[in-house]
């Protein structure tokens, strides 16, 4: 089973540290982290001036990556790692280190790579659209069978259902692909990726998605919403935790993965079957999904105290923003255009589930 972690992994010092000039060449380089890591690959490689490799494979004892070397070059060496925390979210970066003089290095425009937080624009660009795809495939299957449940209307909807099964089965290459983006395109890191705590998340959720296919057929709608409880109890194993309350965070994001998911599908269902029921149906999950993002997002930006000075918090005031907008939408009842509202509200929760918290 995937494993719960605190946050994305920062690295917070190495030995040699970046930009040093060394008398002799290290023996090994060793990286400290925020927290546990599992090298993704050989996680660390280190190019000597001639730009030769000269680093075995890291080794990782907790939050520490050790990777010796063997070398005696004078020179700029050019390191590069890369982890995977936890909780799944990639981290890489760059760093230099000099032995004797600085001196060029046919690999030094690797320390000019742009990142986001602990992954590049690609890859954070992609794992967003992984995120988005899979919870509106969530919200078109799990909460549309739920307004089928409640309206005992099932049948009318396997359209809608159909077309949020594509979208989770999709969502898993896609988030495949963010991961290798966030890391390196080549086999051992692909490799590593397959088999980490996120491989395994993919796996699970690609299995859960092709057997609500198989069980569309039988028209039962219980066993289809169990599995949708299994998918967001995954999705929070792979959330960001709240500090000092290990599983919490993890379970409000389970819960809250599931209102929004049975409000933003009950709207398409009821567009398509409207019931009267639905006023009350739609404010309870609306509710349970702004009360557990609300603790969610207290708790990672202390309280509000840094919504404007952090990437993460800017995203979080903006994302309240847009779901201040539906809840008006909805209370003119302009339910289309509530829906469409939803899901610009997903693509931002998608974006925050993507970012480093500051907490």
């Given at each position: 089973m995937p494993q719960v972690a605190l946050a994305h992994a920062q690295l917070l010092q190495s030995d040699p540290a970046p930009n040093s000039v060394l008398q002799s060449a290290p023996t090994g380089?060793?990286?400290?982290?925020?927290?546990?890591?599992?090298?993704?690959?050989?996680?660390?490689?280190?190019?000597?001036?001639?730009g030769r490799q000269v680093?075995?494979?890291?080794?990782?004892?907790?939050?520490?990556?050790?990777?010796?070397?063997?070398?005696?070059?004078?020179?700029?060496?050019?390191?590069?790692?890369?982890?995977?925390?936890?909780?799944?979210?990639?981290?890489?970066g760059t760093f230099a280190f000099s032995v004797g003089r600085v001196s060029a290095n046919p690999y030094a425009s690797l320390l000019a790579s742009p990142e986001i937080g602990t992954s590049t624009p690609a890859g954070l660009a992609l794992q967003a659209l992984a995120r988005w795809v899979h919870?509106?495939?969530?919200?078109?299957?799990f909460g549309v069978v739920a307004y089928g449940v409640l309206t005992r209307q099932r049948d009318r909807f396997n359209r809608i259902i159909g077309t949020g099964v594509i979208l989770l089965i999709a969502a898993e290459p896609t988030?495949?692909?963010?991961?290798?983006?966030?890391?390196?395109?080549?086999?051992?890191?692909?490799?590593?990726?397959?088999?980490?705590?996120?491989?395994?998340?993919?796996g699970l959720r690609l299995g859960a998605a092709l057997l609500v296919w198989a069980l569309m057929a039988a028209g039962r709608s219980w066993p289809i919403l169990t599995i949708g409880g299994v998918i967001a109890f995954l999705d929070g194993f792979s959330a960001h935790a709240i500090p000092g309350l290990p599983g919490a965070g993890q379970l409000l994001v389970?819960?809250?993965?599931?209102?929004?998911?049975?409000?933003?599908?009950?709207?398409?269902?009821?567009?398509?079957?409207?019931?009267?029921?639905?006023?009350?149906?739609?404010a309870l999950t609306l509710a349970i999904a702004i009360g557990t993002g609300l603790h969610l997002a207290f708790a990672h930006t202390h309280f509000g105290a840094v919504l404007l000075s952090t990437e993460y918090g800017v995203v979080v005031l903006i994302k309240a923003l847009i779901v201040a907008a539906a809840i008006l939408a909805a209370a003119l009842r302009r339910h289309r255009t509530e829906l469409v509202v939803s899901i610009i509200v997903i693509a931002a929760a998608a974006l925050v589930a993507a970012l480093p918290p500051p907490f």
């Open positions: 380089v060793s990286l400290v982290f925020s927290e546990q890591v599992t090298p993704a690959g050989a996680g660390i490689r280190v190019y000597a001036p001639s680093a075995t494979s890291a080794l990782s004892r907790g939050s520490v990556l050790l990777a010796p070397v063997n070398s005696t070059e004078t020179g700029t060496y050019v390191v590069t790692w890369q982890v995977f925390a936890a909780d799944t979210h990639p981290s890489r919870f509106v495939g969530f919200a078109l299957v988030a495949l692909l963010g991961q290798l983006a966030s890391l390196t395109f080549d086999g051992d890191t692909a490799l590593a990726v397959l088999g980490s705590s996120f491989g395994r998340v993919i389970a819960i809250h993965v599931s209102a929004v998911g049975l409000w933003v599908g009950g709207i398409a269902a009821f567009l398509s079957a409207p019931d009267r029921r639905f006023g009350r149906y739609a």
